[in-house]
């Protein structure tokens, strides 16, 4: 996983640049009204923001953590896909048996395996709502492009590619049954953790719960100019400023965790995982040319925030 140390200021103001100009001229006009006008009937009790405060930050928080669990759960998974990869590699090449095995058994692994490098890059392509088939000419011949192009989820119908050439490793006696039951296992793996990591996709939070949170958040920053200004006339401004740029930070943060396979800079870094099952996997078949993916990686999922 390729991360970068420093995040751009300006890419974490940028996500909030709207919220906080709003912020700033409300802030500003409470603090003309208060100290040009003297408009005093306009303070309230520092406790009422407060209280008001407390309950949002213990609602981030929670939020928080279960949008990291989603994260760390997509982490997880594309782990075992990592894991899964090689053991089917390996389980191929040793299979296999390598003594008296045809030219034609040869190039049975090679294109398997080539096939399961190419499969983890469609997933994550597909995961991101991006065209799985993307630069995918370097790991499958233009006959299996076109079969697997038929289907509507690509990822699955290169896995039961996988499976009819197991079968057809089994019929032309490379394998014994035995070792075909080993292989489907290992790609009823691969096909659970393609199936965790869609349901992560698909189930998103409820919007309610969303819509509340954020109308309580608002609801807080709109009083806590009226709380503060008695005491800190003008420099309520950039403190108010300050609180809601940290609020709308957390809240920024936790929607981005929530989504690990959106294309954003939160995302679980597919990209980089599909390139080190890549490299690891050709150097199982001695070819230590890595050939860099068609579609340049986005710059942004080296940022984590």
Not at 57 to 78: C, K, M, P, T, V
Not at 224 to 246: D, N, Q, R, T
Request: hydrophobic share 45%; aromatic share 12%; glycine share 4%.
């Amino acid at each position: 996983m390729l991360l970068r140390s420093k995040i751009p200021l300006k890419y974490i103001l940028g996500k909030i640049k709207v919220g906080l100009i709003g912020v700033s001229i409300y802030a500003i006009v409470i603090a003309i009204l208060y100290d040009s006008f003297h408009v005093t009937r306009i303070t309230i009790p520092l406790s009422v923001p407060m209280i008001l405060g407390t309950v949002i930050s213990f609602l981030l928080g929670f939020r928080s953590n279960q949008a990291y669990d989603r994260w760390w759960e997509a982490r997880i998974i594309w782990g075992a896909i990592v894991n899964d990869s090689r053991t089917l590699a390996r389980q191929v090449l040793t299979f296999v048996d390598n003594g008296y095995a045809s030219s034609e058994a040869q190039q049975f692994k090679e294109r398997f395996i080539r096939r399961q490098m190419g499969w983890c890059f469609a997933l994550s392509r597909h995961l991101r709502k991006q065209k799985p088939l993307t630069g995918i000419k370097s790991y499958m011949t233009e006959e299996e492009i076109a079969q697997v192009s038929r289907y509507s989820n690509i990822p699955n119908a290169m896995l039961e590619m996988h499976g009819r050439d197991i079968q057809y490793a089994l019929d032309a006696g490379w394998i014994n049954q035995y070792q075909q039951v080993e292989l489907d296992r290992t790609l009823s793996r691969l096909c659970d953790s393609m199936g965790k990591c869609e349901r992560i996709k698909n189930t998103v939070f409820p919007a309610t719960y969303s819509l509340y949170m954020h109308f309580a958040m608002n609801l807080f920053i709109a009083l806590l100019p009226f709380g503060v200004i008695e005491y800190f006339g003008y420099m309520e401004i950039p403190l108010v400023i300050a609180v809601a740029a940290s609020f709308m930070l957390i809240e920024k943060m936790a929607i981005h965790l929530q989504d690990p396979f959106e294309n954003k800079p939160t995302d679980a870094p597919m990209t980089t995982i599909s390139r080190n099952i890549e490299r690891d996997l050709k150097q199982m078949l001695n070819d230590h040319h890595i050939i860099e993916d068609a579609e340049p990686v986005n710059h942004k999922q080296y940022y984590v925030l």
